[in-house]
Structure formats: structure tokens, C-alpha cells
């Protein structure tokens, strides 16, 4: 039996944030094949259930794994007719759990998941990574948003958000993402869940500024300004 070693097709960063009425999240379509922007139409975002939205970034058929599972775990618990119904949280723990399992087993899915839904009347967001890690927030980030968009998230969030200040929001700091992240891509994808449920908007790209000094004089002399 051979275990993944190393990922190959590779998502980049996933930002979500609570905001008045549930939960916003954002990704870009693109997976890069190495350093071969290579699938620019990809979807890294999935709904499980009514009221669960995941996205990750990382290793793509990992992700779609991950998918896999939760969907499997969504049917079996339709199927026990108990008038009892999973919630984001419960998918979140349980997949904390799965991701330590097979970390044990020296075959984790390399992803850093985001997950959040509207559980109760209460918005739930969470972070998960390959370790098994689980963390709650209300604002949570992946890969190189980690570093460049969650000082923004930090320093703009506020719990009384309206869903175009989210948007707005969010798609600043994708621009921030695409601008300064090698593997980032300017076509976006919005997804949301409230209490009515899942909502998938259409991709689409960015506007984005390539005349600033700082750009043009750096690509005339890469050693600007020193």
C-alpha cells in the first residue's frame, strides 16, 4: 500500500467570516498543478447537508476526500429517521477526528479546512487542519491568508456586518491575495449559509490595478529600491 507523500494539485488560500446573518466564505478557482497554474476553474468550496458550507485549501483530490466523507456521514445520519439532525458543529468534530486518525496513520489529507453553517439559530465557524487542529472564530483563514489577509480581517471584522460589507470585505483581501500570492488567482467564488441555507454565487474576476510606481519601476529594476 502507497500513502500520499507530498501534494501535487494544490488550492490556494479560503477566508470566511460570520457576519450578521451567517456566514461568508471566498476562495479562488484555481488549482496549480506545482508552480503550473494549471486548473482555473476548480470549485473549493462544497455544501454538506442544509446548513454546512466547507472550504480548503491544499491538495485538491484530498479535499474531494474529505467531501466524500462528510456526505457519507451526512446519509447515514438521514437514514437513522430520528428526527435528529447533525449540525456544523458535529460535522466539524467529527472531521477534527478523522483528519487525527489518519495523521496516526501516516497518511493525513493535506488540507486546511474551513467549515461554517448556521446551527440553532447560531452562527458556527471553525478552522481544521491535517493535525486534527479545531479552532473556532469568526474570522478564519488558509494558506497565505493566514499571513496577508487575516491582519485585514483583524483590523476591519465587526459582529454587526452586513452581507455586501463581507463581500466587500472579503474580496479586498483576495486582491491583497492575488497581488502578493504566487498561487493565488484573480477568479473568485462567494458562498453562503444562513438560516434559509447554502448559496453559491458564480465565479467571476476581480478588478485589479498592475500601474501602480511601485509594479512598473520594480519590473524595470528588480533591485528598486536598494
Known sequence: MEHTTRPIVVGS?????????????????????????KF?????MAAIGENTLVGAS??????QEIVRILRQKEEEDFTMHDGVRMTP??????????????????????NSVLMGGVQRG???LAYLDFYG???????????????LAKPILAREWRADLSEQEAKALLEKCMRVLWYRDARAS???????????GITFEDPYTMQSEWGLDSYRIYSLNPLFPY
Open 133 to 147: 487542529t479545531h479552532v473556532l472564530g469568526d474570522y478564519v483563514t488558509t494558506g497565505m491568508g493566514s499571513h
Open 89 to 110: 458543529g458535529h460535522y466539524a468534530s467529527y472531521l477534527s477526528s478523522v483528519l487525527y486518525n489518519k495523521r496516526n496513520k501516516l497518511n493525513p489529507l493535506y
Open 13 to 37: 488560500s479560503a477566508l470566511a467570516v460570520k457576519y450578521s446573518e451567517g456566514v461568508l466564505m471566498c476562495t479562488d478557482t484555481l488549482a496549480s498543478y506545482g508552480s503550473l497554474a
Open 122 to 124: 447560531e452562527t458556527y
Open 186 to 196: 484573480d477568479r473568485i467564488q462567494f458562498a453562503k449559509v444562513t438560516q434559509l
Open 58 to 63: 491544499g491538495e485538491y483530490s484530498d479535499f
Open 40 to 44: 482555473k476553474q476548480v470549485p473549493r
